[in-house]
């Protein structure tokens, strides 16, 4: 029973949190993010303002939440799913696919993020969630915490820089998209493959 009600208590912030983030983008894409606060955002997904502060640190994260939802899930998912595939590919086939390939729902989302400064950096900023799903798969896969954590810690850094280089200010405030992102990050990736597959030659 009370691990039926932990499911459930669980269920229930997963729903909260899946609320929240689709009532902070539905804001700002209609009225934009700039005059969206964090209250119409609560009262919006039926939540009062101090339950809010207990899943997003600002409106920022919010919206960005609701583009990156369960994408560090998937991207770990996608390597557990390639067992016999070399590390280094695995991981940068992922990683691509989830951020080069996004649905038409969240196109006019990602320009409204990449061309507001701090939508940017919440957006540069949530990469950094990849890294604790990657080194529970990496753990599983090398049998060496420490090294998943160290590896899983260094592709998320990759993952940022390469973001970062792909959209970013001109001195004169305007964003310049640089190239392919696909190009971005498997450049970005690259330094990390020896590391990752002597690593899984060891297991």
């Known amino acids: 029973m009370t691990t039926r009600r932990a499911g459930l208590r669980e269920q229930k912030k997963q729903a909260t949190r899946e609320a929240l983030r689709v009532a902070a983008l539905r804001l700002a894409m209609a ?3 700039e005059n969206v606060r964090v209250d119409d955002i609560a009262e919006a997904a039926g939540v009062a303002p101090r339950t809010y502060n207990n899943y997003f640190a600002s409106r920022e994260q919010a919206i960005v939440a609701a583009v990156t939802a369960d994408r560090e899930a998937r991207v770990a998912a996608a390597v557990a799913g390639r067992p016999a595939a070399p590390l280094a590919e695995a991981i940068a086939d992922a990683i691509v696919t989830e951020y080069t390939e996004p649905s038409e729902d969240t196109r006019d989302a ?3 993020i990449t061309t507001r400064p701090a939508l940017r950096q919440a957006y540069l900023d949530a990469a950094t969630a990849i890294e604790a799903p990657l080194s529970d798969v990496l753990t599983e896969r ?4 420490d090294t998943a954590r160290v590896l899983a810690a260094s592709v998320a850094a990759a993952v940022r820089i390469a973001l970062d280089r792909w959209v970013r200010p001109t001195g004169s405030g305007l964003v310049v998209v640089r190239d392919s992102l696909a190009d971005h990050l498997r450049t970005a ?4 493959a020896p590391a990752l597959d002597a690593a899984d030659e060891r297991r």
Do not use: R, S
């Open 189 to 192: 990736l690259a330094p990390l």
């Open 142 to 145: 090398l049998g060496d915490p």
């Open 31 to 33: 009225h934009g993010p």
């Open 110 to 112: 990602l320009l409204m």
